[in-house]
């Protein structure tokens, strides 16, 4: 027998339990017991959630941030970039150049056409309404613009000036230098950089965005999806445990984007397709990742096409219903949810009393971590454990967190209405596997805004895992083609099916671990083929996006035929069950 270990490098707190475990039976030898088959859980306890819930309460100050002034619709001006392309600034803005010029030599900062469109358009929303737009607004200017990072920074000075000014006249480039350098100063490494400065109403500013993009792509007009289809290829910055896409359909539905065929792709390279509809004037992309050995991801891509081929310029929030105005309590949000899930045909969710108490307890704290400078770890610590779902009954197969920013004025439906820009936020909201939710609210009158804590629940349920064994083969063929090697052969007879299935259904009843089932299953296979076969065991959290780490055994024989089944177990002390991959293959003479 031979045993690959599982990866023993430093985990962090977040560590995705992924673990493989590989077994040889030879000839018509008997397979001896495998080591027992462990997997880690990236969720924080319960009684480490109750310290948290009882920490003092934060202040208004520390929940809330300046309030964004509502707006349900805004037109950018432009000029506006044709494709995504990034591209260093070559405009006229004196404050853009000026910037350009300060970083001039600096290989690890650069001044962007997408980030000084951002910047232009970010001021000209503040000067008109004396406040900053929503975070969904900001999304709608920063993709328009081409600018390619999700998270990035504004830094705004506002001037009096005498009211005769006219619109377009800067404040002296003097007092825009100290500010451009104080700036900088605090521009994060590899940052992409934009500057503008304007006037109005007897007002000047100066806007400095500041981000440092999270993945690089193949540039794309932004008139394209004609064809129902738009290919994203390109790189992360970050290595990656899982990637999902996403695009939106219409004016509340979305689509998952796949994998594109027989794309030979790095470790750190994505190349998928993801679907829209060609009538659409503005479809919006997204790609959510996570570290390997976090089961928490984040979108480190925001893509803007218009597949009708329109300008692309107007944004404007739909409401999927009336709503109630003034209405801004967890009921409410669940009433609006489930009134939108019901208009597109899906279940209803289930609102969890006892679940949705602990997230009550916890958001605030969440929301203030989030306003802090070193909250990261809060965070995740927080969100991670809303996500283990401990007060939830049933066996969890996946949890899906959103948090709702709104002002004050808007009720529950219509902060549900502005999320509904995102695309992964539509995969929360109508995830048609999700079958409970927990929810809660803060609203507060006086500092004028709303904030809401959604989290989504789905069960292991009676399941096809096909399209998933499928995906599975086809990572491993992408992998074997990076080295130049063929697909494997791919068992699926009925006699693989049987014994493969037979075995996960006695895994996921709890009669025996995986670890004992693979070396019976094993056994099964070398007595019906009197021929050698190796067995590997892989155990994930997060299934769809997944990038598994496949065994050196499996990527370096040239021909090799292989069977997969894919199915469930409960670890013991688990807060979720987890995805269970068994692997049987031979190496062909």
């Known amino acids: 027998m031979t045993k690959h270990r599982p990866n023993t490098r430093p985990r962090r707190a977040l560590a995705l339990a992924l673990a493989s475990l590989l077994t040889t039976v030879t000839g018509c030898a008997s397979a001896r017991s495998a080591s027992s088959f462990r997997v880690e859980q990236p969720f924080p306890s319960e009684a480490e959630l109750e310290q948290i819930s009882q920490r003092p309460a934060p202040t208004r100050e520390q929940l809330f941030t300046e309030a964004p002034v509502p707006v349900d619709a805004w037109t950018l001006r432009g000029p506006l970039p044709e494709s995504t392309a990034l591209r260093p600034y070559a405009g006229e803005d004196p404050f853009a150049r000026a910037t350009a010029e300060l970083v001039k030599g ?75 350098e104080e700036a900088l100063s605090t521009a994060p490494p590899r940052a992409t950089l934009g500057a503008w400065a304007g006037s109005a109403g007897g007002r000047s500013i100066v806007i400095v965005t500041a981000g440092a993009p999270q ?60 679907p829209v509809d060609a009538r659409d004037d503005i479809a919006i992309l997204e790609l959510v990742a996570a570290e390997p050995g976090r089961v928490l991801g984040g979108t480190v891509l925001r893509v803007l096409v218009s597949p009708s081929g329109a300008d692309a310029n107007h944004y404007a929030l739909r409401s999927p219903g009336a709503g109630q105005a003034g209405s801004r309590d967890a009921d409410s949000l669940l009433a609006a949810i489930n009134g939108l899930r019901g208009s597109l045909g899906l279940a209803t969710l289930r609102g969890d009393t006892a679940q949705s108490a602990l997230v009550d307890n916890l958001f605030p704290h969440f929301l203030a971590a989030r306003n802090k400078f070193d909250g990261g770890r809060l965070i995740d610590q927080i969100a991670t454990g809303m996500m283990a779902g401990w007060k939830v009954e049933g066996l969890i197969r996946g949890s899906q967190i959103l948090t709702l920013r709104s002002h004050a004025s808007r009720s529950m439906e219509r902060a549900l209405a502005e999320s509904l820009f995102s695309p992964s936020n539509r995969a929360v909201l109508l995830n048609p596997d999700a079958r409970s939710t927990a929810l809660a609210t803060l609203v507060d009158d006086e500092a004028e805004s709303s904030a809401a804590m959604v989290v989504t629940y789905e069960y292991f349920e009676q399941r096809d895992y096909a399209r998933e064994q499928s995906a599975f083969l086809d990572a491993l063929d992408r992998a074997r083609r990076n080295r130049g090697l063929p697909p494997v052969t791919r068992v699926n007879g009925p006699v693989a099916e049987r014994v493969l299935g037979a075995g996960m ?81 031979t190496v062909l003479q």
Not at 129 to 149: D, I, N, T, V, Y
């Open 106 to 180: 600096d290989d690890d900062r650069r001044v962007t056409e997408g980030m000084s469109c951002l910047a232009r358009e970010y001021g000209r929303f503040v000067l008109a309404h004396q406040g900053r737009p929503s975070q969904e607004l900001q999304h709608f200017m920063a993709a328009r613009c081409g600018a390619l990072s999700v998270t990035f920074g504004v830094r705004s000075w506002q001037l009096k000036t005498p009211d005769e000014v006219d619109e377009h006249e800067a404040p002296p480039l003097e007092v825009g230098r100290e500010l451009l």
């Open 505 to 585: 259904t006695r895994v996921q009843r709890g009669e025996s671990a995986p670890d004992e089932e693979l070396s019976d299953v094993l056994r099964e296979f070398v007595n019906r083929s009197q021929r050698g076969f190796q067995g590997a065991i892989y155990s994930t959290l997060v299934l769809d996006g997944w990038q598994p780490r496949f065994s050196e055994d499996l990527l370096s024989a040239r021909d090799i035929e292989v069977a997969v089944k894919i199915g469930h177990y409960r670890p013991s002390q688990g807060a979720w069950g987890h995805h269970v991959v068994f692997v049987v293959f």
């Open 215 to 274: 993945a690089t792509i193949t540039a794309l007009p932004v008139a394209t999806g004609g064809d129902g289809f738009v290919e994203l290829r390109g790189r992360l910055e970050r290595p990656h445990g899982w990637l999902q896409g996403y695009s939106t359909r219409g004016e509340f539905a979305y689509s998952r984007c796949e994998p594109i065929d027989n794309m030979a792709l790095a470790p750190d390279e994505f190349g998928l397709r993801c």
